[in-house]
């Protein structure tokens, strides 16, 4: 069974500031996806990020990247000039690329942006 | 296209009765996933459908938790009784079968609160 870890349970930054999330993983399986989403107060679970475990380059999404560690089984989210909107849980999650639908998800880390 | 669409947003209800929610997917989807999330046990997959059928039911906590797929564009999640345990946030998400590489689309969810 795949784990995801997410370690850091709080986090604060300046607005305007560049903040990195952290998220490691465990599984076996050689080919994958893994996943941020964003949940802001109103409760909506939104999808920040996607990286195919078999693509090298780290994906980018406007002021949202990620870096991704194969080997290390790390994948953490940048996120570039926060916002106040950025205010929200972050989730790491985790999917099996064949026979599988279940997407694993981290325990989150709350994040908020200081004005 | 309306997105996944739960009902109710919230619902408080007394220990002991039957609570029913409610998930029409996005049309075209043909995976539909139900998930719990509390503060202790983070964010917990109870069971997914493919084209209607019950693939994975291994999350559902007990025989008090059913949850059915009577057409593709409709499902529900049952608890009966309901127990003060059972207070969460409910949500329900689609995605197109092998597709979930895309990620997942979720609903807004159902705050349930049993009392």
């Known amino acids: 069974a795949q784990t995801v870890t997410q370690s850091q349970p709080e986090m604060s930054v300046q607005e305007a500031e560049t903040v990195t999330l952290s998220c490691t993983y465990d599984?076996?399986?050689?080919?994958?996806?893994l996943f941020w989403y964003k949940q802001p107060p109103s409760r909506q679970m939104i999808l920040v990020i996607r990286?195919?475990?078999?693509?090298?380059q780290n994906a980018t999404e406007n002021r949202f990247s990620v870096n991704f560690q194969k080997a290390a089984k790390s994948f953490s989210l940048k996120i570039s000039d926060s916002q106040l909107g950025d205010t929200a849980m972050y989730f790491c999650?985790?999917?099996?690329?064949?026979?599988?639908?279940?997407?694993?998800f981290g325990t989150g880390t709350r994040l908020t942006i200081i004005p | 296209d309306a997105g996944v669409i739960q009902s109710p947003r919230h619902e408080v209800t007394e220990m002991g009765q039957e609570v029913t929610l409610r998930c029409k997917p996005i049309?075209?989807?043909?995976?539909l996933f139900w998930y719990r999330q509390t503060m202790m046990r983070g964010l917990e997959l109870l069971i997914y459908?493919?084209?209607?059928?019950?693939?994975?039911d291994s999350g559902m906590p007990e025989d008090r938790f059913s949850a059915k797929m009577p057409n593709a564009s409709f499902s529900t999640l049952k608890i009966q009784p309901s127990e003060p345990r059972d207070s969460a946030v409910y949500f329900c998400?689609?995605?197109?079968?092998?597709?979930?590489?895309?990620?997942?689309?979720f609903g807004s969810g159902t705050r349930l609160t049993v009392v």
């Open positions: 998400a689609s995605s197109l079968v092998g597709q979930g590489a895309s990620g997942y689309t």
């Open positions: 599984t076996s399986e050689s080919n994958y996806y």
């Open positions: 990286q195919e475990a078999y693509k090298q």
């Open positions: 999650a985790f999917l099996p690329s064949f026979g599988n639908e279940k997407l694993t």
């Open positions: 049309s075209g989807h043909n995976s």
């Open positions: 459908f493919n084209n209607n059928v019950p693939i994975d």
